[in-house]
């Protein structure tokens, strides 16, 4: 009898230990209904454990990755990234074990991801141990080779039929703007009034991809349109704002060109970012120095503005073909 008293004490104390740990009380009483296993009840204590300790190196993976002004959609595919990582190598995580983090990066690997997916899943775990855990030896694992996929280019025509088809007037200004200024579409939803240079006829794009600002053309064939669109508004606010009155998402604007691209009846797999490729390899074929579209792009590394040689049409058209 004092051995079953004792059990019945041992199991309270524990689960008094969940109570304090975990909201879900639905798994103690599943736990206590169905079995008189207090072994099943360690190894949910430990697991809350376990949750609770991830949950606190994510938070500081968060605060670190915000000290070195990383960009907010950065900082959340990290801490996704990580979060599976902690969660299935469990208490394994504490020392860096090659083996391990190859396993795991090659069983997302096996789950068809793309390269550049593995190399942020990479690259979160190399800056969790680095900037987190403070251990400093390499992790001499290779960064996955990308595929190298021509740009989707749309052609001025597509551009135009696309534009024409668009009846709404704030959607019309934003494909036309990303195009004819080679915006990006997150800076297209952080475009400002202030941003918009009427007089020089420029754009100034602030905090775009790497945290870098730069200008662009702002299109004369909009300034009208644009100045009439804003007249209402402060010089801090957005340009575009959702029918709420927030700030647009991505996602709209992403939703906005794909119903755009298909009502004009375009096959092409494109996507936003095809506006801005269409701008670059016309600002090509129109005769624009690279070195000057690479500045107008914002791109570091001039190899980047060079894929855009490679789809260019007038270069190609010089040549006949055999046949």
């Known amino acids: 009898m004092a051995g079953r008293v004792d059990g019945m004490i041992t199991k309270k104390s524990k689960i008094d230990k969940l109570l304090e740990q975990t909201k879900d009380v639905s798994k103690i009483d599943k736990l206590l209904e169905q079995t008189k296993d207090v072994s099943k009840i360690d190894k949910l204590l430990g697991q809350t454990k376990n949750v609770s300790k991830i949950d606190k190196l994510l938070e ?35 020392v860096i074990d090659i083996p391990i983090i190859k396993k795991f990066l090659l069983e997302r690997d096996a789950e068809k991801l ?7 899943y990479l690259c979160a775990i190399k800056f969790f141990y680095r900037h987190v855990i403070g251990m400093v030896d390499a992790i001499n694992i290779r960064f996955i080779r990308r595929r190298k996929r021509l740009p989707v280019v749309l052609s001025h025509g597509e551009i135009l039929r696309i534009v024409a088809g668009i009846k709404n007037v704030k959607h019309k200004l934003i494909i036309s703007l990303a195009y004819g200024a080679g915006l990006r579409i997150s800076e297209v939803v952080n475009l400002q009034v202030q941003d918009l240079d009427f007089d020089r006829e420029l754009i100034y794009v602030r905090n775009g ?8 053309i702002l299109p004369k064939k909009l300034e009208s349109d644009l100045k009439l669109f804003i007249e209402k508004c402060d010089m801090n606010e957005p340009v575009f704002v959702s029918q709420m009155g927030g700030k647009l998402t991505t996602r709209t604007l992403a939703k906005v060109f794909e119903q755009s691209i298909k009502r004009a009846g375009i096959g092409k797999t494109a996507s936003f970012h095809s506006l801005r490729h269409s701008f670059a390899t016309h600002m090509l074929e129109n005769g624009t120095d690279i070195r000057f579209l690479q500045e107008l792009l914002g791109h570091t ?6 894929l855009y040689t490679k789809v260019t049409s007038k270069s190609i058209q010089k040549l006949q073909s055999p046949l």
């Open 301 to 306: 590394d001039i190899k980047t503005t060079e």
């Open 60 to 94: 500081q993976t968060k605060n670190e990755l915000k000290l070195k002004s990383c960009r907010p959609k950065t900082i959340k595919s990290y801490v996704r990234c990580l979060k599976r990582f902690l969660g299935e190598v469990g208490d394994r995580w504490a």
């Open 114 to 120: 793309s390269s550049s997916s593995l190399n942020i």
């Open 209 to 216: 991809k790497g945290s870098k600002d730069r200008v662009t």
